[in-house]
């Protein structure tokens, strides 16, 4: 499956954005999906994940209570709902798929598939 993640940008702190991951090749609903970031100067890290159907999710610790992981299996489109930005959570951004993903676990070796990267600048 290949992925395609947009909607990254230059947002001020408090701020809002939401990501996309649209998928294409295989069915979407076949394969668990997550979020991932990487800092400059940092290793990527777990953001959040949802498994296949949409029912379960899991997200890290750092971005619980302000960032929503969604898809919508029919549109083959997976989304990150960002809210209450801080600076902190400037970075890349990666989706990910999988078939076998614990999702719990957040690691990325666990992912098949990954998207490009969508760039996030928060400002303060």
């Known amino acids: 499956v290949q992925l395609q993640a947009s909607g990254g940008g230059l947002v001020q702190a408090g701020g809002s954005l939401r990501l996309s991951c649209a998928a294409s090749g295989r069915t979407f609903s076949r394969y668990d999906m997550g979020w991932f970031r990487q800092a400059p100067g940092k290793e990527r890290e777990f953001v959040a994940a949802?498994?296949?159907?949409?029912?379960?999710?899991y997200y890290a610790d750092s971005v619980k209570g302000r960032f929503t992981i969604s898809r919508d299996n029919a549109k083959n489109t997976g989304y990150l709902q960002m809210n209450s930005l801080k600076p902190e959570d400037t970075a890349l951004y990666y989706c990910?798929?999988?078939?076998?993903?614990?999702?719990?676990?957040?690691?990325?070796?666990?992912?098949?598939?990954w998207g490009q990267g969508t760039q996030v600048t928060v400002s303060s």
């Open positions: 990910a798929a999988g078939p076998r993903v614990t999702i719990w676990r957040g690691k990325n070796s666990e992912y098949d598939y």
């Open positions: 949802i498994g296949r159907s949409g029912g379960t999710a």
